[in-house]
């Protein structure tokens, strides 16, 4: 049997994703991970894998797919870390799937983690999971948080109220994993239990059974009828589509005219399950848990004043910090860079040009560029993650939600957008720590707005040698500019592009705790191989490519394609006022803005430093450009013949202008989607060249 | 007129009453601990930021507008 047909007829794992049937048709032994957010899964998921997990993506969806294996005792057992939510309903992709997930696929267990120090809180999901039908391990985490008498007998006791087998742990456990596993083969092979469940019935009275019956027989293989009831009550989106295609107009108008009356099901489904959860903790004492008090570090990091200055102090050292570990990370990168001279070098004498150029310029400089910005993604995405991992984003997210709310966004996207003021490129790899793929776009999307060191660097040059002591209105102007366009593209994008996700925060805010290193290290890893894979090549795709548009067919910038490029599009160009030679330095800021003036220098034929410099990947690291372009750079720039207009329609223009290419290629390793890259380049080359024809005819009533 | 959780002073206990509004917001706000017969105590409530509560052993951040929609019935 093909593994389509098997799994279209049994919805179970007899044959592996990759489609080959393991050893004799045996099922693959699977388990899913499931528990709300800052219980601890993550760790247990890195702790049973190791080094044997791959992140992928769900097929077709933008939500992160985290799957790995283990051995025991000669049994492989696959493991799925299901995204972590706060409950299983339709209102977000990652609810719909985890819950599909369980459904659809099946797995021999579903390992509930619950927070011992939060108790409450956290056993709502194992209501969720009971009424789903799965079949279910309680793993008690964080015991070692609570006050081990009181919380001694806790696990038997849970066991005792619901019939689920409970495991207690602690996450500071390094290596202990053999109570988990031992605990989980042993539920896996006691199938069959019956758990206490929510009493569905005792709170939505008669109509519970009056749907339930119309609903019999109806239901997909897999799901209980009486999970579809309650879901049908709780106005469950998802659900109701399902059912109503399933089930005929007929016997559905019965359904509807039992539901419509009924109102706020989501509210007894609350009251329901916590119920369920009170008669659980009567029976159990918990022990441990937080004062309702703020504790003494987060009055302060809460604080209006204090608070964003922590933050700001917080923000400093992060950037520091990631330096720190990035420069010995980019070496390489920078190495090749300049390995580039002698390679050329080296081949010149032997090899005809073009190959010499190709390979040095065009490939190792790609390469370099890849590797260097990959060492900086990797430490900044480190220090993000120990930022996230104690807990202290949630307060920078709490402290900023007043401001990111006016822009249509929520109070996580601060992180990534305040990153993206040293490097665009760490900014959207920064957008990891936002939860719901909504958000993330979002924020993600409007990053290449955001100014980067080296616009700041082409800006301060151009804006000081053409306006004098205007530059600072011109700043000044830039600024307002760039917060209007800001806010506009981002409440534009909310309401017609990125729906869903409208309401305002409810946030947790998690206790401290010491960063967990290795889950640090396991997300970050995650991340940058998910950039390796596809940001990288992009990256050196693209380079070859401006590098050839560069080079051929005549071997200098200025007889190059891409001139030739500039020269068509004059009249284009023209609209902006900038002539061809800064329509092109224009053009360049798309490899990186630092390049921009070394490419200013080469078009605009600043002499001797020129000579070896066709490649706009080096123009941003020669030596001799920026001798060029810090000497005489400003004397040669008023020279030129530019006027003030089109100085300021090029300052506008750069400012505004395409993402860059690391950026570029981030934001295709964040969305994985050529669409979503496309348009964001298209609406800022459009918006870029709008923005300096304004500015030139500005300019031109201006000066 | 129904007391809500915005105007809850820091450190008055009180119990949840009912909640109001979308069900995407009443169901986001039930997962997460708010419902009906729940204890919670208000720890910060300054102008401009969201409210941060004690519910449920757990500590959240909730917008005023949402908190508008959790009615309350202070004095336990």
């Known amino acids: ?703 | 007129m129904k007391k809500t959780l915005d105007s809850l002073k820091v450190g008055m206990p009180a119990k949840i009453l009912d909640l109001t509004g979308q069900p995407e917001f009443i169901s986001r706000a039930t997962a997460i601990g708010f419902c009906p017969g729940a204890g919670i105590t208000v720890l910060r409530n300054g102008k401009g930021y969201p409210l941060i509560v004690h519910l449920n052993d757990t500590q959240i951040a909730i917008d005023k507008a949402e908190a508008k929609k959790v009615v309350i019935h202070e004095h336990f």
């Not at chain 1, 038997?156 to 742990?169: D, F, N, Q, R, S």
């Not at chain 1, 990631?322 to 990370?329: G, N, Q, R, S």
């Not at chain 1, 990053?447 to 040698?465: D, N, Q, R, T, Y």
């Not at chain 1, 560069?550 to 490029?565: C, E, Q, R």
Request: one cysteine or more; aromatic letters at 12%; proline letters at 5%.
């Open chain 1, 1 to 703: 049997m093909s593994t389509s047909e098997c799994s279209a007829r049994c919805r179970k794992n007899c044959c592996s994703a990759d489609g080959e049937l393991t050893p004799k048709g045996n099922r693959r032994f699977t388990i899913a991970l499931l528990g709300q957010p800052n219980t601890g899964k993550s760790t247990i998921f890195n702790k049973l894998t190791g080094a044997n997990q791959h992140v992928g993506n769900w097929p077709g969806k933008t939500v992160e797919k985290k799957e790995g294996y283990f051995f025991h005792d000669g049994r492989q057992c696959f493991v799925y870390d299901l995204p972590g939510t706060y409950s299983l309903t339709a209102n977000s992709l990652e609810e719909l799937i985890a819950r599909d997930f369980i459904l659809n696929e099946a797995p021999d267990l579903v390992v509930v983690v619950i927070d011992a120090a939060q108790l409450k809180r956290s056993l709502y999901m194992l209501a969720e999971a009971v009424l789903l039908g799965a079949s279910v391990l309680v793993a008690l985490n964080k015991m070692d948080l609570v006050d081990p008498d009181a919380t001694a007998m806790l696990p038997e006791k849970i066991h005792t109220a619901t019939g689920v087998p409970v495991i207690p742990l602690a996450a500071v456990d390094k290596k202990h994993t053999e109570p988990l596993v031992k605990a989980i083969f042993k539920a896996a092979d006691q199938k069959g239990e019956v758990y206490s469940r929510p009493d569905a019935a005792g709170h939505f009275g008669p109509a519970f059974h009056q749907v339930l019956n119309n609903v019999n027989g109806y239901c997909p293989d897999g799901y209980l009828p009486e999970w579809i009831t309650l879901k049908l009550l709780e106005d469950d989106d998802s659900i109701l589509d399902l059912m109503r295609s399933r089930i005929g107009e007929l016997p559905w108008k019965t359904i509807e005219e039992t539901l419509s009356p009924l109102e706020k099901g989501v509210v007894k489904g609350g009251v329901m399950r916590y119920a369920w959860i009170e008669d659980i903790l009567a029976a159990a004492e918990s022990g441990g848990g937080r004062n309702a008090a703020l504790n003494r570090f987060d009055a302060w990091a809460t604080h209006p004043l204090w608070g964003n200055l922590i933050a700001l102090g917080a923000f400093a050292v992060g950037i520091l910090c990631a330096y720190l570990i990035a420069i010995p990370m980019m070496i390489p990168g920078i190495g090749l860079f300049f390995a580039s001279y002698p390679l050329r070098g080296i081949m010149e004498p032997c090899c005809p040009i073009w190959l010499s150029s190709l390979l040095a310029d065009g490939l190792l400089c790609g390469v370099a560029m890849g590797v260097t910005i990959f060492g900086f993604i990797g430490a900044v995405l480190f220090v993000l993650g120990v930022f996230e991992n104690t807990g202290y984003l949630a307060r920078v997210a709490y402290l900023f939600d007043p401001f990111m709310k006016r822009i249509g966004l929520h109070g996580k996207s601060i992180m990534p957008l305040l990153m993206g003021i040293i490097c665009n490129i760490l900014g959207v790899a920064g957008t990891r720590v936002i939860d719901t793929w909504q958000q993330r776009l979002a924020t993600l999307v409007l990053v290449p707005i955001v100014p980067c060191k080296g616009l700041f660097m082409v800006i301060a040059f151009v804006s000081a040698i053409f306006f004098g002591p205007k530059a600072l209105l011109v700043f000044a102007l830039l600024t307002v500019v760039t917060l209007l366009y800001i806010s506009l593209t981002s409440l534009g994008l909310r309401r017609f592009f990125i729906k869903g996700d409208r309401s305002g925060m409810i946030m947790e805010l998690p206790p401290y705790h010491k960063p967990i290193w290795r889950d640090i290290m396991a997300y970050s890893l995650s991340r940058m191989k998910a950039f390796y894979r596809r940001g990288f090549w992009f990256i050196v795709f693209v380079s070859f490519v401006c590098w050839a548009g560069t080079y051929y067919p005549g071997g200098s910038i200025n007889s190059s394609y891409l001139a030739a490029v500039g020269r068509f599009f004059e009249p284009v160009g023209a609209l902006m006022g900038l002539d061809w030679r800064l329509f092109i330095s224009y053009l360049v800021a798309f490899t990186s803005k630092e390049a921009t003036l070394g490419a200013m220098v080469v078009i605009f034929g600043a002499g001797a430093a020129a000579s070896g410099a066709t490649n706009v990947n080096t123009m941003a690291m020669d030596k001799a450009l920026w001798g060029a372009v810090h000497g005489k750079f400003d004397a040669f720039l008023a020279s030129t013949g530019i006027s003030s207009a089109s100085a300021l329609a090029f300052v506008f223009a750069v400012t505004f202008s395409l993402p860059c290419l690391g950026t570029l290629a981030m934001i295709y390793a964040e969305t994985r989607s050529l669409k979503w890259t496309g348009s964001a380049l298209c609406y800022y080359f459009i918006i870029s060249i709008l923005m300096g024809a304004m500015a030139y005819q500005a300019g031109l009533l201006i000066f």
